[in-house]
T-cell receptor, first 112, second 112 residues
């Protein structure tokens, strides 16, 4: 079953603009993570935010978490053509039983 | 340090056949997760192995099975293949003390 649901499903912007993707989830979590997938290959971990954190930064990435609304957002600033990929949020409810629960992803296209 | 490796990259089978997919985690990592990524459905949790034992399985029929070997590499077997089994199968591991997953590049299974 899907825990996270990303919004929008697809996003196309011009190079240099900022891209914002949202994620909603249903149950309580220990942490929420964002991953990137290029061309249907393996996923690469981008950033992790814990349930007691509200905002986190890593380079051009900014993640926010609102546990009261069960939602998160990923902001990519000053986008580049190489940022074109699918982005997934994943929730960790602890225990490791099923690893992480992933959403369906947002497909981001950066137009040069 | 080598990452998570999967083989083969592509696998083409016909309906009713059996498929065997392989995964080697990062050296020293003992946990292996298998996910199925069908088109448009995001990642669905299949199986979790740790220390040679199956610890949990997702909502998949029994014809999806696997095992983990003493060196922690893992095998996913899919029997009596159906057309809807066509998907990207991803293997991931989780090192001790870390909450993020490291993914392999996946095996693209096509059932004709």
């Amino acid at each position: 079953s899907q825990q996270g649901e990303e919004d929008p499903q697809a996003l196309s912007i011009q190079e240099g603009e900022n891209a914002t993707m949202n994620c909603s989830y249903k149950t309580s979590i220990n942490n929420l993570q964002w991953y990137r997938q290029n061309s249907g290959r393996g996923l690469v971990h981008l950033i992790l935010i814990r349930s007691n954190e509200r905002e986190k930064h890593s380079g051009r990435l900014r993640v926010t978490l609102d546990t009261s609304k069960k939602s998160s957002s990923l902001l990519i600033t000053a986008s580049r053509a190489a940022d074109t990929a699918s982005y997934f949020c994943a929730t960790d409810s602890g225990g490791g039983a099923d690893g992480l629960t992933f959403g369906k992803g947002t497909h981001l296209i950066i137009q040069p | 340090e080598a990452g998570v490796t999967q083989s083969p990259t592509h696998l083409i089978k016909t309906r009713g056949q059996q498929a065997t997919l392989r995964c080697s985690p990062i050296s020293g990592h003992t946990s292996v997760y298998w996910y199925q990524q069908a088109l448009g459905l995001g990642l669905q949790f299949l199986l979790w192995y740790d220390e040679g034992e199956e610890r949990n399985r997702g909502n998949f029929p029994p014809r999806f099975s696997g095992r983990q070997f003493p060196n922690y590499s893992s095998e996913l077997n899919v029997n009596a293949l159906e057309l809807e089994d066509s998907a990207l199968y991803l293997c991931a591991d989780r090192g001790e003390g870390t909450e993020k997953l490291f993914f392999g590049s996946g095996t693209q299974l096509s059932v004709l």
